[in-house]
Each structure stands twice: as structure tokens, then as C-alpha cells.
């Protein structure tokens, strides 16, 4: 049963499990279509001739585009003025209406203002926030739970509005220490109530008594001297609400039917971020994956984070590539933004100063020496096609939202198949709609 009620308007049950399964089928059959544009990267453009990969047709169409078109003609699927200043293949229409309408639905929310804190943080992630932490606040009145689990807490962002903002009794692990560190270094000088930061690695396969036994035992971990002492909050085995960060397979994913069967965990959130760090077949030990403490045992093949499900695994071309995952994390309505504002920009933080003085800082990040030389002619010739950059760049963002909303699916069909009762649900105003996987 939902637990959430017809009243409610933040969230709303958007599909039943036939259509979810649907839905997949379709993902998959249009991503392995148009593979050769979410398996680029950008910065090959010239050196793998990604121009050439794409249809004569769309060529002749987008090649002209400026920013704002490109902005309004491809990236935007709300804009209801559309000037082609070309007649656009149907094949062309076809593959933007396609990857808007297949994908969740997302609204930008640039202008929302910032509390609590998170002035630091990015709009995506303050939506991110802000949403997930209304909703595990709905979960906890709904289920007297009293007690809230962030594991994968990360620098605590999330763990700070649901206790300082939302007055809830929060307990955050981290495997990574430096990430704790940064988060107890935010939290310490708040005065009220602190979250309980721990560091500590989650085993997936652990039972439940070995997962609450694990926070009961951890000590919390301050910037103030001492670093690691005990905290004053204990933990209790009363109504736990564990919410997962899953950057990679997490635990609450992992297995369900030992979280469903212990009455003291009243009900399960999961947020989904970093694509990219998900394990899989072609890549099992991503960059970024954090592995259990001291293993070096393979990782089976049930194991993966993509794809969880039976079903997805079924489908023909269900395969997602590294950059294909990473890809899916950008936030596109950030780049549409940013390409309606950047008129004859190329570079917009560094449009103060020539191109190849601000391409000369970049140089160091790849490995080669600041005072390489950089050929005039070559540069200025590239320079002329950026539109062209910027056009292929966008294609593959649309495809974006695409594989994010199959990676959720694949999930959430993963726990119906293990006969955990969840539900997937969007929000009304949505972004990242797949903050709100809850079981």
C-alpha cells in the first residue's frame, strides 16, 4: 500500500508495475539505437570526427544553430515557440520527442531559494534536499518512526536539513573518512541537537541485528578534541527509517527481504546520484566504488548495481556504458540555461581572456605542460566550428534523463521481483524525480 494518501501533493504514484516494465522496454530499445551519442565524449570531438557520425541531415539542419536555438529547438521540451530556421528531418523530430517524452518529466528550480545552510551547496543538490528530506519527515509521521539511518551520508548535506531543518533524530554512516570529517567540521558548531556522524562500511549481505549492532557500537566523530569519543544519543532498537544514498548498489537495495521482515525498520528511502559508480558487467570496480574493507574477492554476477532486475537483464540492449551513466548525471536544465544566457560565449568563465590562454590553464589537468604550442591557425579553425561542439554535446544530453529514468526503473522493478511492496513516486515539481524510490 502507498503511504502516502490522496491528499498528499508533493508525491504521486506515477506508474503500475505492467507499465514500468513497458516503459523499459522502450528505454532500452531507443538508448541502444543512439549508443554512438551517449558513449562519446566531447573531447574527442575533433579527434574522432564526431561531426561525421551523425545523419547528413542533421548535419545540414543544427550545423547553423546558436545557443539560444539550440537551447530552444532541442533542450527545452516546454517551449511552444518553436522557429526552425530549416525544414528538421523527421528523424530528427523523432529523436527529440522521443527522449523528452520517454524520460521522467523534470522542472528547473534555479531560483529557489537557499536555507538552512545550503547556500554552498548547488540547486540541483539543495532540490535534492529539500524534496528527499520532506519526504522521509512524511514517512516518519506516518510510521512513528523516531529514528532516521542516512547511510552514505556523504559530507552530510541532506543529514543537516533533516535534523537541524526538520527536527528529526539522525544518525549518518560514511565509508570515507574525509567525507565525514568534512561533514562533522559543518555540524559541530551548531549548537541544538547534532546529527551522529560514524564512519563505516555497510555490508550489504549483513542481516539487520549486524547493521544496527554496527551503529550502535561506532563512535560519533567531532571536530573538537576529542575527535572520536562516544556520543550522548544512542541509538535505539525502537522505529528506524533507513535512507540510502545510492551511489552504488546500496544496501537497502541489496537486499530488501531482511530490512522487510524486522519490525523495528518502519519504511526504506532511497536517493539515486552518481550513475557513474554503479557496477556492471563491462566494469565491475568503477572509478570512485567503495569497496569492502580489505576484500579483494571478485564481484558476482548478481552483484552488479546495473541492471539489478531480471527483467531489464532480459532486454536486448540494456547495456549502459561508463559515460553513458556519467553522462545521465548532468543536469540538463542547467545547460539550457546556461546556452539561452552564453550568446557568443565559448568559454563562459574564461571569455575575459584569449582562448588559448584559457585552454593553457586546462593543459596541466591532462597531463601535458602549460607552455605547449598551441598552433594559431589550428585553434582558430576550431574555434569556427563550437557551434557544432555544442550540438553534439547537446544530443547526447538528451539522452540523459534516458538513461536515468531506466536506471530507476531497473530498480524498482528489482525490488518488485523480491516481493518487497514499494512504490516509485514523482514529485509534482520535479527535477531529479528519482529522489523518491520508497519501499
Not at 58 to 74: G, R, T, Y
Not at 83 to 92: D, G, I
Amino acid at each position: 500500500m502507498p503511504f502516502l494518501s490522496s491528499q498528499d501533493e508533493m508525491f504521486t504514484q506515477s506508474f503500475s508495475p505492467e507499465q514500468q516494465r513497458e516503459l523499459a522496454t522502450k528505454l532500452t530499445s531507443f538508448l541502444s539505437q543512439f549508443r554512438h551519442l551517449s558513449d562519446s565524449y566531447i573531447i574527442e570531438f575533433f579527434t574522432e570526427d564526431l561531426w561525421q557520425t551523425l545523419p547528413s541531415t542533421w548535419q545540414s539542419a543544427l550545423k547553423e544553430l546558436s545557443f539560444p536555438q539550440i537551447a530552444d529547438l532541442l533542450l527545452d521540451a516546454s517551449c511552444k515557440d518553436r522557429r526552425y530556421p530549416s525544414v528538421w528531418p523527421l528523424s530528427l523530430l523523432a529523436f527529440r520527442a522521443t527522449a523528452h517524452a520517454l524520460a521522467f518529466p523534470r522542472e528547473d528550480t534555479h531560483n529557489q531559494d537557499t536555507t538552512l545552510g545550503l547556500k554552498h551547496v548547488k540547486p540541483k543538490k539543495q532540490h535534492e534536499i529539500r524534496k528527499l528530506g520532506t519526504l522521509v519527515t512524511q514517512i516518519c509521521d506516518r510510521t512513528g518512526c523516531n529514528q532516521v539511518v542516512d547511510v552514505g551520508s556523504g559530507q552530510g548535506h541532506l543529514t543537516r536539513f533533516l535534523s537541524y531543518g526538520l527536527g528529526l533524530s539522525v544518525t549518518a554512516i560514511e565509508a570515507e573518512q574525509h567525507l565525514v570529517s568534512m561533514a562533522s567540521k559543518y555540524t559541530f558548531p551548531m549548537p541544538e541537537s547534532p546529527p551522529r556522524h560514524i564512519v563505516g562500511w555497510v555490508d550489504p549481505n549483513a542481516s539487520w541485528k549486524d547493521f544496527l549492532r554496527q551503529l550502535q557500537s561506532s563512535h560519533c566523530v567531532n571536530q573538537s578534541p576529542p575527535t572520536f569519543g562516544p556520543h550522548k544519543k544512542k541509538l535505539k532498537a525502537s522505529k528506524l527509517c533507513p535512507h540510502g544514498a545510492s551511489r552504488v548498489r546500496g544496501f537497502e537495495l541489496h537486499s530488501p527481504a531482511s530490512f522487510r521482515q524486522v519490525s523495528t525498520r518502519a519504511r526504506n528511502t532511497s536517493v539515486a546520484c552518481c550513475y557513474m559508480k554503479i557496477t556492471t558487467k563491462d566494469n565491475p570496480t568503477p572509478p570512485g566504488l567503495v569497496q569492502r574493507p580489505g576484500s579483494l574477492s571478485p564481484v558476482s554476477p548478481v552483484e552488479f548495481g546495473y541492471p539489478m532486475s531480471d527483467y531489464v537483464r532480459g532486454l536486448p540492449g540494456h547495456q549502459l556504458s561508463y559515460k553513458a551513466r556519467e553522462g545521465s548525471c548532468h543536469a540538463i536544465e542547467d545547460y539550457m540555461r546556461r546556452s539561452e544566457e552564453s550568446r557568443d560565449s565559448d568559454h563562459q568563465e574564461g571569455s575575459s581572456v584569449a582562448f588559448t590562454e584559457y585552454a593553457r590553464l586546462g593543459l596541466p589537468r591532462v597531463g601535458l605542460p602549460p607552455d605547449l604550442p598551441l598552433d594559431p591557425a589550428r585553434v582558430e579553425a576550431m574555434l569556427e566550428h563550437q557551434g557544432r561542439v555544442v550540438v553534439f554535446f547537446s544530443l547526447a544530453l538528451l539522452l540523459a534523463p534516458v538513461v536515468e529514468s531506466l536506471v530507476l526503473l531497473d530498480r524498482i522493478i528489482y525490488l518488485q521481483e523480491n516481493g518487497v511492496d514499494s512504490q516509485l513516486f514523482l514529485s509534482s515539481t520535479p527535477i531529479y524525480p528519482q529522489e523518491t524510490l520508497s519501499w
